[in-house]
């Protein structure tokens, strides 16, 4: 299966700046989509074809791509914030994957 | 308002038959292509499997992990999303979501696999 990476944690302070990666050999060629998940919540899309964003998405999330890596940047983070983003795209064959997931903890 | 509601999460037998329904509501449902993702307790989301809509042939696909156990089904006229799962494991236990891969999601049945 087609497989994205990210790391398994980011801690920022509130009103830092929040970067999380995903890395994949084909971002150059697939959209990104990007997802929030709260503790016993269904995810919720944050960020869509790798830098767009729905109206009731604040706007201090944003989304950027760039060769095989995609980045999720939350400007002045949140404490309510805090949670694990999967990133998630398609590979070459089609079939879609998630990434493992970043733990975003807000210290 | 847009929702999406599944059923059918139980416990069961490992080696057993299990199907999971999703209604839809609020939206365009025949229009979109539809998907299962899986969650395992304490794990990361799991892409299971897509139907496409009629207009692209109502084609399905599935994780290697599913394929040839599971099925995908969907029925227009009701807005409904169907997940049958066959020859169950214990790695098949977890939250499963139906959700339009993009801003729609459900809240998620519970799948319990034991011996």
């Known amino acids: 299966s087609y497989e994205l990476t990210q790391p398994p944690s980011v801690s920022v302070s509130p009103g830092q700046t929040a970067r999380i990666t995903c890395s994949g050999e084909a971002l150059p060629k697939k959209f990104v989509y990007w997802y929030q998940q709260k503790s016993g919540q269904a995810p919720v899309m944050v960020i869509y074809e790798d830098n767009k964003r729905l109206s009731r998405i604040p706007e201090r999330f944003s989304g950027s791509a760039s060769g095989t890596m995609a980045t999720l940047t939350i400007s002045g983070a949140q404490v309510e914030d805090e949670a694990d983003y999967y990133c998630y795209s398609a590979g070459i064959s089609g079939n879609p994957s998630f990434g493992p997931g970043t733990k975003l903890n807000i210290l | 308002e847009v929702r999406l509601v599944e059923s059918g999460g139980t416990w069961v037998q490992t080696g057993g038959s299990l199907r999971l329904s999703c209604v839809a509501s609020g939206f365009n449902f025949s229009n979109y292509w539809m998907s299962w993702v899986r969650q395992a307790p304490g794990q990361g989301l799991e892409w299971v499997g897509r139907?496409?809509?009629?207009?692209?042939?109502?084609?399905?696909h599935y994780a290697a992990p599913v394929k040839g156990r599971f099925t995908i089904s969907r029925d227009d006229s009701t807005k409904m999303l169907f997940l049958e799962m066959n020859s169950l494991r214990g790695e098949d236990a977890g939250v499963y979501y139906c959700?339009?891969?993009?801003?729609?999601w459900g809240h998620g049945t519970l799948v319990t696999v034991s011996p």
């Open positions: 959700t339009t891969e993009t801003q729609y």
């Open positions: 139907i496409k809509d009629r207009a692209d042939g109502e084609t399905t």
